[in-house]
């Protein structure tokens, strides 16, 4: 039985998913069913971080999946049907900051909008993924967007990961927080009473050390 696109990416084989492409491109762009019962729906691009944060799939083989995915034509911007993630949100909000990476110097929309209306670098900062924050500013990511949901800017998604971490959190929200400030944010009000304590200190002083 030949091998579909699903198959490849859980397998990590990137020569043999860009043959399968190559022999037929658009496969690069239909959806692929996973999880319990098939529940879940993602384009292949948004897959192959999902295999990597569920650790189906191991992180150093996630990037050259994704350039052959790239080369047969996957739309870099496609949203996610249930939530309207791109593939560069998705990166970022699972902690796949290497394909996260890629995405950005393929040139996806780094101002494109997801879940709660937040872009890639507002996850990014929830995340702690500085490398992919500063990649994100470099390509012109703005840093006072607040999200349409909760109305944070990145800097807040950055200390509202750093109190409540989520699934893939990386703890490199004090980072995070330094180039958010190079970049022009500042912190809201009381930002700094919450970060009382030694366990806080990381995040305290990236938010009052000189930038």
């Known amino acids: 039985m030949t091998a579909t696109v699903k198959d490849l990416i859980v397998a990590g084989d990137a020569t043999g998913l860009m043959v399968l492409l190559t022999d037929d491109p658009p496969l690069a762009n239909v959806s692929i069913e996973w999880g319990p019962d098939g529940a879940n729906l993602s384009l292949p691009l948004h897959f192959v971080s999902d295999m990597v944060f569920d650790g ?87 840093v006072a967007l607040p999200d349409s949901q909760y109305g944070g800017r990145p800097l807040d998604w950055a200390l509202h990961g750093w109190h409540e971490p989520a699934p893939g959190d990386t703890r490199g929200q004090p980072g995070v927080a330094r180039l958010l400030r190079a970049a022009g944010a500042t912190p809201r009000d009381g930002a700094l009473a919450a970060l009382d304590g030694a366990e806080h200190a990381a995040m305290r002083a990236a938010l009052t050390d000189p930038v």
Request: no cysteine; glycine share 10%.
């Open 56 to 142: 189906t799939l191991a992180a150093d083989r996630a990037v050259p999946l994704v350039d052959a995915l790239i080369a047969a034509g996957a739309a870099l911007d496609a949203p996610h049907a249930r939530h309207g993630d791109t593939p560069l949100i998705g990166a970022a909000s699972l902690s796949v900051e290497d394909v996260g990476l890629r995405l950005v110097a393929a040139g996806a929309d780094i101002a494109a909008r997801g879940l709660f209306g937040a872009t890639a670098l507002h996850w990014a900062a929830h995340q702690g993924l500085a490398t992919l924050t500063a990649a994100l500013l470099d390509a012109g990511a703005d």
